[in-house]
């Protein structure tokens, strides 16, 4: 597996638990089959991130009685974790309409020049991009 695509998968894990998460409750093991059906995340790393998200808030857990064991950790969405996967879908979609813009994807939004001088970084929610260049005087 490229090693970037790994290291996408791992900052976009919260927001797929999260999501899921949203949809209905559910216990460790299938979050992580989901996981591993959708986008080839291992089950390795899933039960840290259930963990950090309970101590966190966005997340609470109850337990079901399993007809095949013990009873299972079920998790659900905290309206902590609701807020968290609005404001993260929220930059998710900026983020990735910048980058498709970038890469020229046919099917991304044109980036829109600004012609009101009432945007500004704070009305926008962009940061300006500065680049700079040395000009070296290079004499014959």
């Not at 490229?2 to 999501?19: D, I, M, R, T, Y």
């Not at 989901?34 to 101590?55: C, F, H, N, V, W």
């Not at 044109?110 to 012609?115: D, E, L, N, Q």
Request: hydrophobic share 35%.
């Amino acid at each position: 597996m490229e090693p970037n695509l790994v290291q996408f998968k791992k900052g976009v894990l919260e927001l797929c638990v999260l999501a899921l998460l949203a949809r209905t409750d559910s216990y460790g093991y299938d979050i992580a089959s989901r996981l591993s059906d959708a986008i080839d995340m291992g089950e390795g790393t899933i039960y840290p991130l259930m963990r950090r998200m309970q101590k966190d808030g966005l997340v609470s857990t109850y337990f079901v009685e399993s007809p095949s064991g013990p009873p299972r950790k079920y998790y659900a969405l905290t309206e902590t974790g609701q807020r968290n996967l609005e404001a993260q879908k929220t930059a998710w979609v900026s983020f990735t309409q910048a980058v498709s813009a970038i890469l020229g994807a046919p099917d991304a939004p044109a980036a829109k020049p600004a012609t009101d001088s009432a945007e500004t970084p704070e009305t926008t929610g962009h940061s300006p991009l500065t680049v700079q260049k040395t000009l070296r005087n290079i004499q014959p």
